[in-house]
Nanobody
Framework: QVQLVESGGGLVQPGGSLRLSCAAS????????MGWYRQAPGKQREWVAA???????NYKDSVRGRFTISRDNAKKTVDLQMNSLKPEDTAVYYC????????????WGQGAQVTVSS
């Protein structure tokens, strides 16, 4: 049974930091390229960061240098460390894999709310 559970969201001031974690069932983390996505109110969901099974990472231009994606196959988690947060980072954050999403008929977890505000 496929399951993705995001955690670690919250309210933070501009310039602050948060660390999101995604717990995945089975061998999802070790078997698939993983990514983080976000969706702000009234906006389309957008890709933020990715890590492949070999550990190679990539980032959306607006978060590069501030966010770091990582994977722990033993813990079956993929994390997103977010530093120097800006109000425009406010969104619900989701983890997923495009390959997994297609295999599961567009499954998404509940996401984690991140609010950056003074």
């Amino acid at each position: 049974q496929v399951q993705l559970v995001e955690s670690g969201g919250g309210l933070v001031q501009p310039g602050g930091s948060l660390r999101l974690s995604c717990a995945a069932s089975g061998s999802i983390i070790s078997s698939y390229d993983m990514g983080w996505y976000r969706q702000a109110p009234g906006k389309q969901r957008e890709w933020v960061a990715a890590i492949n099974t070999g550990g190679i990472t990539n980032y959306k231009d607006s978060v590069r240098g501030r966010f770091t994606i990582s994977r722990d196959n033993a813990k079956k988690t993929v994390d997103l460390q977010m530093n120097s947060l800006k109000p425009e980072d406010t969104a619900v954050y989701y983890c997923n894999s495009e390959s997994l999403r297609k295999l599961t008929n567009n499954y998404w977890g509940q996401g984690a709310q991140v609010t950056v505000s003074s």
